[in-house]
């Protein structure tokens, strides 16, 4: 199947600190997806991005498509104790391909 | 974007038994998936359901394991079958929203002993 690279796998970061993270693969995707997921829920959709180069924002979060297609970033500015989780960039093409996910951690 | 009720949210099940799942959803849908989350791992999709037609699976998944069923555009049950400690995974259903992306139920935590 199509690999997504996510990266960091983890991160632990201070409350109030902005966090980073992005995906990459060897193939284009038409449509990129970031999704947040808490212990014993499904995933949750965050932002979905539909367009090489569009920038989009929801709140604190701000997502990019690559121009190439082929790549996305996840920024979260000014974290907070409730960002804790996991968050998946997941890529469509026919069907969804996931990352394997950034689990994040805020210190108090 | 719709609203997917999927049950049970978890259960303990012997091994040798099988678990059927139940994912039901509150409009119509064409494509309803099922995804296997092992512990600490990211989703891997197990198959598509179509209404009125047999059960699309991936590579690795087949379905004498993991029969389908999708009697109509609402609802759809993944059955795991003939279980050992190995299926212990969250399973999740999915459907395609119209606009937002795809929509996930909250989960199956299944624990095989």
């Known amino acids: 199947g199509q690999q997504l690279n996510q990266s960091p796998q983890s991160m632990f970061i201070q409350e109030g600190e902005d966090v980073s993270m992005n995906c990459t693969s060897s193939?284009?995707?038409?449509?990129w997806l970031w999704y947040k997921q808490d212990p014993g829920e499904g995933p949750v959709l965050l932002i979905a991005l539909y367009k090489a180069g569009e920038l989009t924002s929801n709140g604190r979060l701000t997502a990019q498509f690559g121009i190439t297609r082929k790549d996305s970033f996840l920024n979260i500015s000014a974290s907070i104790p409730s960002d804790v989780g996991i968050y998946f960039c997941?890529?469509?093409?026919?069907?969804?391909?996931f990352g394997r996910g950034t689990q994040l951690t805020v210190w108090p | 974007s719709a609203v997917i009720s999927q049950k049970p949210s978890r259960d303990i099940c012997q091994r040798g038994t099988s678990l059927t799942i139940q994912c039901q959803v509150d409009?119509?849908?064409?494509?309803m998936f099922w995804y296997r989350q092992q512990p600490g791992q990211s989703l891997t999709l197990i198959a598509t359901?179509?209404?009125?037609?047999?059960?699309?699976?991936e590579s690795g998944f087949v379905i004498d394991k993991f029969p389908i069923s999708r009697p109509n555009l609402t609802f759809s049950t993944l059955t795991v079958s003939n279980m050992s400690p190995e299926d212990s995974s969250i399973y999740l259903c999915?459907?395609?929203?119209?606009?937002?992306?795809?929509?996930f139920g909250s989960g199956t935590r299944l624990t095989v002993v």
């Open positions: 409009s119509q849908v064409t494509m």
């Open positions: 999915s459907v395609e929203g119209d606009i937002y992306g795809y929509t």
């Open positions: 997941a890529g469509q093409r026919g069907r969804l391909y």
């Open positions: 359901a179509n209404q009125g037609s047999e059960a699309t699976y």
């Open positions: 193939s284009i995707f038409n449509t």
